[in-house]
Every structure is written in structure tokens, then in C-alpha cells.
């Protein structure tokens, strides 16, 4: 297995850079990981991850929700159970920043989110690397999706007015080289919804090295409001507004409790959840995962 060592920060290129937590693989591998911290620029990143060719296997994992459709278990009843109540209220923060109707959601998954567009007028279109989901989604349904060398090809032709890349940066390898092909398909003042973990949420600092947020080493990339401002800057976005994902802090503090080996791990990761989802109420820094909303800038 190859590696990948990032001797300066790879957003800012600073060398004032610092080893910041261990952290295990709970999901996959139990593998240990490094977490190192850019004192420049404020980015956490993944340190010696895999490198792309070799990555496949820490996504080999029936837990991985985003691409199985598993219903059993009562972690997955409740992602389940949430996901409906999420999507419209997704769908509705799009509407209040764009009238466009012409949608491309990169990462899209098994197809829920586009599915649920596409019943309301949407014009929708997948990007999606995992091929079983790919495939899923266009049985289940009947969704336009292809996979992410299309749009590295230049291959993709249309142009949309909304693009959507739901906890999904976190995974790219090049995030510049993608955000930058990405404003290639947009149309003039496109509207740029991209969700990630936020790591100073309050659940974040409360579980620290067990903070599912960082779901090593799949997760290369760990953000806060500047770093993601900064970076799409950098590729051609403005900064418009954020909003709360509010069961993030649920999900993820269940999850980060049970990788504490807590036998109580819903309840206690509920109760904890539940704290963290108030803390985001006066201070929205504090959310587990944000979704920040840009207009695509005419000049990169
Ligand atoms: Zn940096």
C-alpha cells in the first residue's frame, strides 16, 4: 500500500504545521491514523492516508450508510427515519437561495436526495465513484448518474444552475482540481451547497479522538467556517450564508459513543446530541456538520 505524507499544509502550503491527535479507524480497518493541524490556515488533515489507487478497501464496509440501502439495525432505522424529514428541508433551503432548476449533486449516493428533487420539478444529474450505487440509483430511480471521470474528462455538456455536495469534500483527493472543474459546468451565479463536519463543534471537542466527524482516513480533510471560505475562494466561489444539518449531532454522537465502547451508546449518545444540537442554537460554530452556501464567482 502506497501512502500519502503531507510535509506542509496541502491548502496553504505553510510548514507551521503540527501532529495533532492520533485516531483509529473505528468504521474499517482499526488502522491508526494522524491527524495533523495547519497553524496557518486552521486545516486538520489526515496524515499518511492511503492514496487514491488504494483507498477502495477502507470503503469496503457494510456500516458505510451513504452507499447501502441495509434497513436492519436500529442505527440504520433511525439514518432512515431522519433522511425524509432532511431531504425536504434540503430541498427548501436550495429554494430559498436559487430559483435555477438545473441540479448536479456530486456524490450522490444511492439517490435519495436527487430522487426527492426530481419529484419536485428538478432537473436532476448524479456523479457518483461507487458503482453499485451508481447502479441502484438508476434502477430505483431511473436517475442520470455517472461516475466523476466524466467530469475530469470535461465530458459532462450540460450546465447546471445548483450544484450540491452533500459530506462528500471531505472524501476528494484534489479538492481544488474538483471545485475548479466543477465551476466549469456551472452557470453564471450558480449557487454551490456543500455539507461537512465541522471539527469545532461542540461534539467534536466533547469526544475528541473519538469524534466520528473524522472518520479516518476516509475523510482526508477536516474543516472549519475559514478553511472551506478560503478554499473555495481560491477556486472561484463567494461565500453566501451557512446553515445547521441539526441530526448530524445525533448521529454522530451515537456513533462516537459507540466507538467508546459505551454499552449505553444510544442513550448517552442521544443525551449528548441532544446538548450539542443546543449549544448550536446560540452559536452556530458549535454545529456538528454546517452547510455552507456560495455563488460561483465569474473569475477563478
Ligand atoms: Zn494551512
Redesign the pocket.
Known sequence: MTRQYHLI?P??H?DDVKNWHEVDDHKVSGERFHIFD?N??G?RYTQDPPVEADAGPYYDSPNYVSHSDNRSGIMFRLYHGVRKYMLNKKRRLIGRYSSGKKIIDLGSGTGYFLDNMKRHGYEVTGIEINEGARNFSKDAFSLEVYPPELLAKGEITKRFHIATMWHVLEHIYQPETFLRQLHGILEDDALLVIAVPNYRSSDATHYGSYWAGYDVPRHLWHFDQNTITALLKKCGYNYLTTHRLPFDSFYVSMLSEKYRKNALYLLSGLMHGAFSWIASLFNINRTSSLIYFFHKNEEI
Open positions: 499544509c491548502f496553504c505553510s495547519c496557518n490556515c486545516l
